[in-house]
């Protein structure tokens, strides 16, 4: 206990210098009268960063994800390649609807489930992957991949969206730690791969804690969030490779499993709760509890829908 409670303190220090130090390189350059320059995904359809606190969303991104994609591609087959390309532009369009948000007044259900669409349709293509590939040698890669992407439903939860967050984290770790105990002292860039992974989420737990305590934050009295249906997507982190274009489908995919991610992102359309479609974990199911030949996904209840805005 006291070693991790040891690394959770190196890990938040480092988050806290890579802040610091970005603040003061755009600090600099604002009093130079230059703009800011850097890989932060400037969102192409909202313009630029609403809010501050989308600039703290960017730094732990861009202390994370550009490394991450670099390893997958670097690691990875044909089928994490086309997932991590897929979770990739899920973060795009999640970054983009954080600042849509951070400008915008809360839309009625509709609007908010017409922004959602790009999240939701990526998430379900990275879900999509995995079950269309059981058996594949890097199951447990697919898999960790799938069991955290939907986390970014958390957008749509009040008043708890951190331990959603953290619940589907936990999901994907099951999985991390298997390529941990498999590479561990093997294959560092495996190792790096994991790290990357969970360094993004634990930052995006500690984001919403610090600004979406019970839930997403929108501008109140801003503009009219119906102006961004349809809006392009957050541009790639100028550090980022792009990745390559998808293989081509498999002959006969199986029958689609886990969530569905239209269904679950556009139930708030519909004036439902989210949780109708979602299982609910029980002791048994928690991966600490779970026997480690279990692949099985674990999948928790949201919390009911936002219905105040902020």
Not at 121 to 140: A, P, Q, T, Y
Request: proline fraction near 7%; charge should be positive.
């Amino acid at each position: 206990e006291h070693h991790q409670l040891e690394q959770a303190i190196n890990n938040l220090v480092q988050r806290l210098e890579a802040v610091t130090a970005r603040l003061e390189k755009v600090e600099g350059q604002l009093g130079a009268g230059g703009a800011p320059a850097g890989g932060a995904p400037q969102a192409a359809g909202s313009g630029a960063a609403g809010a501050a606190w989308v600039g703290d969303f960017d730094a732990f991104y861009n202390e994370n994800v550009p490394k991450f994609v670099e390893l997958s591609n670097k690691l990875g087959n044909d089928q994490v390649k086309q997932q991590v390309a897929a979770f990739e532009s899920a973060l795009k369009s999640h970054r983009e609807f954080l600042n849509i948000a951070s400008k915008c007044d809360k839309p009625d259900d509709a609007t908010l489930a017409k922004l959602l669409e790009p999240t939701s349709k990526s998430v379900g293509e990275v879900i999509s992957v995995r079950d269309s590939n059981r058996g594949n040698e890097m199951w447990n890669q697919l898999s960790a991949l799938s069991e955290t992407a939907p986390a970014f439903g958390w957008v749509t939860v009040s008043p708890t969206p951190a331990p959603f967050v953290n619940e589907f984290k936990g999901n994907g770790e099951f999985y991390t730690n298997k390529i941990l105990r498999e590479f561990k002292g093997k294959d560092e860039d495996q190792v790096a791969w994991v790290n990357a992974l969970k360094g993004f989420f634990t930052g995006l737990v500690a984001f919403i804690k610090q600004h979406h305590t019970t839930g997403l934050v929108w501008k109140k009295g801003g503009e009219n969030a119906s102006a961004y249906v349809g809006a392009a997507p957050a541009a790639a982190p100028a550090a980022a490779a792009p990745p390559p274009g998808p293989p081509p489908p498999a002959a006969a995919a199986p029958a689609k499993k886990g969530p569905d991610m239209n269904a679950l992102f556009s139930a708030i359309n519909k004036g439902t709760g989210i949780s109708s479609g979602l299982k609910k974990v029980t002791s048994d199911m928690k991966t600490k509890n779970r026997d480690p030949n279990d692949r099985s996904a674990v999948v928790k209840a949201a919390p009911k829908k936002a219905t105040t805005s902020c």
